[in-house]
């Protein structure tokens, strides 16, 4: 299998199915989307032609959700006599997934016996109006002249195949989670009502299947059955002659709560779109692309198959992004898959929001929206827990309820909760978005500090608060004592809290007594946040100038990493996941991490001192690890070791470096951390003193890299040119 990679897209001449290509060539709106399976694949494959919807998931048992894999509406394919396209033999094929408009096509030659058919099939969903999709079917009969038939469906067959939490077992049975409530005929196409099991949410998707005026139509038949419904046009092809049909659908679903009636809704929309046609929604959706471009994209001179990569990558950070919905954020995967029941995670605020914060402050602010829709869930699961204030799960479905069954990293993983004010912290700094502040975040920041008071245990004989029962961002550490991410970013959020409460005090007297008077906030409370911040435990090591990863890492058994690590298999597949805790070796090294969320905290001997120590015994068995490395080294001056990083991040899933893009999808927070790694790491972006600045540090084969990104409501443009004297010259200046 060999990916091509073109300025504007990726291809391949690899026509069979593979799911790592369906998973590579994914494609959507961040309102629906679906895995790059063949619109004229009729193989049952229920479970891996992945069409999913932000927001859609059902119950798989009592309190345990999953993203539904929605009814394919995508299927088109041709028939001369009995024989299909999925029947043909295949010549000349290409398929390519466009970046700047979101197009993915395939083209090729079938042969029918003696009769050869070129083909070509193209489709997009509009970013313009996220309802539409549109597939183009493009045939010229080559050497023949005869009858053909367009089938066009909608299949209700679609399942779920879930995915253990347990990472080494596996399973085989689907699970159904949608019901087909109507079918029923149009006069050139169909509409299908469906509805999940359990949380009773409709679907509905209706096509129209457009002919040009000049094909003579021979018949026209319409079924439907329990596995969906199909239209079927026959008509006389002549040889030579290109035969265009276009498929156009919308879909709604009963979340979008536009006060229509559904089925209005996507006929009503349907009738709109067809009166457009194709071109007009293509170009309406270009036009979209382009406008979303313009501040995301990335420019990279001298090296085109990392220009090409990181286009893939922002394209995908979009295109899995519902940036107009504030009730949803992103899963581990996106909408490229169900892996992880579709859950949300603390990937979304430290590795992916970035991203949106500088190229899309709206979408990013949706993100954070999501939490705050989801504060009263955080507090029912603080209760849960017995703690005070409000605790985000760690795994977190659409209506914010804890989905993990692991019982030590749902318990113990507890730094998400920090994460998640961090990124709204994040937000806030980069756009100026006061208004959010007030509105959303300030009560944010108070009830979790209020989770971390709870959290915290109080030794009076040494004076000093511990966290205790605590696991970090490396997941191989067992559950321990004082964690220093966790504890670092604890009292980060007690520290904001108060800060916002000063803050609020002072320039907005009203919103602080309407806020303190609603949570009941006492000062007795913020008295002991204060004592919390100046005596918590940050495991660290004077004589070495080095932060511990908590206080019970050095009494783990060392362990030769080369000699059980020879490839990018996680080791939890060799070693049992209980030993593997025992053993001083981290999954990805959580302060690593730290030191890039911080970099004016932490001096420079500090984080390379941190880098010298974690470094050699990190496995990066989490795809995480690599572009967290590769910003740190670029901030460090490490070249070669950034440059490796980077690239290991960057072709994570499109050259499967972990052995697993194509059974479980895409890996969304890795592609922020490659995302970051550039913009914070080569281009060494800072914001400093209300200003950007930076202090780029290119790869030797890259002579140049431009973009653009917001900061507080401006434009700016980054600009990095290498010079012949190899030293780099940059530009950093405000778009008029």
Same mark, same amino acid.
């Given at each position: 299998?060999?990916?091509?990679?073109?300025?504007?897209?990726?291809?391949?001449?690899?026509?069979?199915?593979?799911?790592?290509?369906?998973?590579?060539?994914?494609?959507?709106?961040?309102?629906?989307?679906?895995?790059?399976?063949?619109?004229?694949?009729?193989?049952?494959?229920?479970?891996?032609?992945?069409?999913?919807?932000?927001?859609?998931?059902?119950?798989?048992?009592?309190?345990?959700?999953?993203?539904?894999?929605?009814?394919?509406?995508?299927?088109?394919?041709?028939?001369?006599?009995?024989?299909?396209?999925?029947?043909?033999?295949?010549?000349?094929?290409?398929?390519?997934?466009?970046?700047?408009?979101?197009?993915?096509?395939?083209?090729?030659?079938?042969?029918?016996?003696?009769?050869?058919?070129?083909?070509?099939?193209?489709?997009?969903?509009?970013?313009?109006?996220?309802?539409?999709?549109?597939?183009?079917?493009?045939?010229?009969?080559?050497?023949?002249?005869?009858?053909?038939?367009?089938?066009?469906?909608?299949?209700?067959?679609?399942?779920?195949?879930?995915?253990?939490?347990?990472?080494?077992?596996?399973?085989?049975?689907?699970?159904?989670?949608?019901?087909?409530?109507?079918?029923?005929?149009?006069?050139?196409?169909?509409?299908?009502?469906?509805?999940?099991?359990?949380?009773?949410?409709?679907?509905?998707?209706?096509?129209?299947?457009?002919?040009?005026?000049?094909?003579?139509?021979?018949?026209?038949?319409?079924?439907?059955?329990?596995?969906?419904?199909?239209?079927?046009?026959?008509?006389?092809?002549?040889?030579?002659?290109?035969?265009?049909?276009?498929?156009?659908?919308?879909?709604?679903?009963?979340?979008?709560?536009?006060?229509?009636?559904?089925?209005?809704?996507?006929?009503?929309?349907?009738?709109?779109?067809?009166?457009?046609?194709?071109?007009?929604?293509?170009?309406?959706?270009?036009?979209?692309?382009?406008?979303?471009?313009?501040?995301?994209?990335?420019?990279?001179?001298?090296?085109?198959?990392?220009?090409?990569?990181?286009?893939?990558?922002?394209?995908? *950070?979009? !295109?899995?992004?519902?940036?107009?919905?504030?009730?949803? $954020?992103? /899963? +581990? @995967?996106?909408?490229?898959?169900?892996? =992880?029941?579709?859950?949300?995670?603390?990937?979304?605020?430290?590795?992916?929001?970035?991203?949106?914060?500088?190229?899309?402050?709206?979408?990013?602010?949706?993100?954070?929206?999501?939490?705050?829709?989801? *504060?009263? !869930?955080?507090?029912?699961?603080?209760?849960?827990?017995? $703690?005070? /204030? +409000? @605790?985000?799960?760690?795994?977190?479905? =659409?209506?914010?309820?804890?989905?993990?069954?692991?019982?030590?990293?749902?318990?113990?993983?507890?730094?998400?909760?920090?994460?998640?004010?961090?990124?709204?912290?994040?937000?806030?700094?980069?756009?100026?978005?006061?208004?959010?502040?007030?509105?959303?975040?300030?009560?944010?920041?108070?009830?979790?500090?209020?989770?971390?008071?709870?959290?915290?245990?109080?030794?009076?004989?040494?004076?000093?608060?511990?966290?205790?029962?605590?696991?970090?961002?490396?997941?191989?550490?067992?559950?321990?004592?004082?964690?220093?991410?966790?504890?670092?970013?604890?009292?980060?959020?007690?520290?904001?809290?108060?800060?916002?409460?000063?803050?609020?005090?002072?320039?907005?007297?009203?919103?602080?007594?309407?806020?303190?008077?609603?949570?009941?906030?006492?000062?007795?409370?913020?008295?002991?946040?204060?004592?919390?911040?100046?005596?918590?435990?940050?495991?660290?090591?004077?004589?070495?100038?080095?932060?511990?990863?908590?206080?019970?890492?050095?009494?783990?058994?060392?362990?030769?990493?080369?000699?059980?690590?020879?490839?990018?298999?996680?080791?939890?597949?060799?070693?049992?996941?209980?030993?593997?805790?025992?053993?001083?070796?981290?999954?990805?090294?959580?302060?690593?991490?730290?030191?890039?969320?911080?970099?004016?905290?932490?001096?420079?001997?500090?984080?390379?001192?941190?880098?010298?120590?974690?470094?050699?015994?990190?496995?990066?068995?989490?795809?995480?690890?690599?572009?967290?490395?590769?910003?740190?080294?670029?901030?460090?001056?490490?070249?070669?070791?950034?440059?490796?990083?980077?690239?290991?991040?960057?072709?994570?899933?499109?050259?499967?470096?972990?052995?697993?893009?194509?059974?479980?999808?895409?890996?969304?927070?890795a592609l922020g951390a490659t995302w970051q790694a550039l913009f914070f790491g080569f281009a060494g972006l800072r914001f400093e003193d209300n200003e950007p600045k930076a202090y780029p540090f290119l790869p030797d084969n890259?002579?140049?890299?431009?973009?653009?990104?917001?900061?507080?409501?401006?434009?700016?443009?980054?600009?990095?040119?290498?010079?012949?004297?190899?030293?780099?010259?940059?530009?950093?200046?405000?778009?008029?």
């Open positions: 299998m060999h990916i091509h990679y073109h300025t504007d897209g990726i291809s391949t001449h690899e026509p069979r199915t593979n799911d790592l290509l369906e998973s590579i060539f994914f494609q959507g709106n961040g309102y629906m989307g679906a895995r790059g399976f063949s619109c004229e694949d009729q193989s049952c494959r229920p479970h891996q032609k992945g069409h999913y919807m932000a927001g859609v998931f059902d119950q798989l048992k009592p309190g345990i959700t999953d993203m539904v894999n929605t009814p394919n509406f995508l299927g088109l394919t041709v028939k001369i006599g009995d024989q299909s396209l999925s029947e043909a033999s295949i010549s000349g094929f290409q398929q390519k997934l466009c970046f700047s408009d979101g197009v993915l096509s395939r083209e090729y030659v079938a042969a029918f016996g003696q009769k050869h058919l070129k083909v070509k099939i193209s489709r997009f969903f509009s970013l313009y109006d996220v309802h539409i999709a549109a597939i183009r079917l493009e045939i010229t009969p080559l050497d023949f002249e005869g009858e053909i038939t367009v089938l066009a469906t909608l299949d209700a067959t679609s399942c779920n195949l879930p995915i253990q939490d347990d990472q080494v077992k596996k399973n085989t049975e689907t699970v159904r989670y949608v019901d087909t409530l109507a079918l029923s005929e149009l006069e050139d196409g169909g509409l299908a009502v469906y509805k999940t099991r359990i949380t009773g949410i409709q679907i509905v998707q209706a096509f129209n299947l457009v002919l040009p005026a000049s094909i003579v139509v021979l018949d026209k038949q319409r079924n439907s059955s329990a596995q969906g419904l199909d239209y079927q046009v026959t008509f006389l092809g002549k040889a030579g002659k290109t035969y265009i049909l276009d498929k156009l659908v919308t879909v709604f679903t009963s979340r979008d709560l536009n006060g229509e009636p559904l089925q209005s809704a996507a006929l009503n929309r349907l009738s709109l779109v067809r009166q457009k046609g194709y071109e007009q929604l293509l170009k309406e959706n270009r036009e979209e692309w382009a406008r979303r471009w313009e501040t995301a994209d990335i420019e990279i001179s001298g090296d085109h198959k990392a220009q090409c990569a990181m286009r893939w990558t922002v394209f995908q *950070l979009i !295109a899995n992004n519902a940036s107009g919905d504030s009730r949803v $954020s992103i /899963g +581990a @995967r996106g909408l490229s898959h169900a892996r =992880y029941k579709g859950c949300y995670f603390w990937d979304t605020e430290i590795f992916m929001l970035p991203f949106y914060i500088y190229t899309h402050p709206e979408a990013a602010r949706n993100l954070l929206l999501y939490r705050y829709h989801t *504060l009263d !869930a955080a507090r029912e699961h603080a209760v849960k827990m017995s $703690s005070k /204030g +409000a @605790r985000y799960p760690w795994m977190s479905s =659409y209506d914010g309820s804890e989905q993990c069954e692991s019982w030590d990293i749902g318990a113990c993983e507890v730094h998400i909760t920090a994460d998640v004010v961090y990124g709204m912290d994040h937000y806030i700094r980069i756009t100026g978005d006061t208004q959010f502040l007030l509105d959303h975040a300030a009560e944010v920041y108070l009830e979790t500090a209020r989770f971390w008071e709870s959290r915290f245990t109080y030794d009076p004989r040494n004076d000093q608060y511990n966290m205790l029962f605590v696991k970090g961002p490396d997941e191989y550490c067992g559950v321990t004592r004082n964690n220093a991410y966790t504890n670092i970013l604890a009292v980060y959020n007690l520290s904001l809290a108060l800060d916002t409460l000063n803050f609020l005090k002072d320039r907005y007297r009203d919103v602080h007594d309407r806020l303190t008077g609603k949570l009941g906030l006492t000062e007795e409370e913020c008295s002991k946040w204060r004592d919390i911040i100046k005596k918590a435990v940050i495991p660290y090591d004077k004589d070495k100038d080095l932060y511990l990863q908590d206080e019970t890492f050095m009494l783990l058994e060392p362990l030769d990493v080369s000699s059980v690590k020879s490839d990018n298999i996680p080791l939890y597949h060799k070693i049992c996941f209980d030993r593997l805790q025992r053993y001083r070796v981290l999954k990805q090294a959580d302060l690593v991490l730290l030191m890039t969320l911080f970099p004016q905290k932490f001096t420079t001997a500090q984080k390379k001192a941190v880098w010298d120590f974690y470094e050699p015994i990190t496995l990066h068995d989490s795809t995480l690890s690599y572009g967290t490395h590769a910003l740190l080294a670029a901030q460090l001056a490490m070249k070669e070791k950034a440059w490796d990083y980077f690239c290991k991040s960057l072709y994570l899933d499109l050259e499967d470096v972990m052995n697993n893009t194509g059974n479980e999808g895409l890996h969304l927070a890259w002579s140049g890299l431009r973009f653009t990104f917001w900061y507080k409501g401006r434009k700016w443009r980054f600009e990095a040119q290498r010079r012949d004297d190899n030293t780099v010259e940059s530009n950093l200046h405000p778009v008029l």
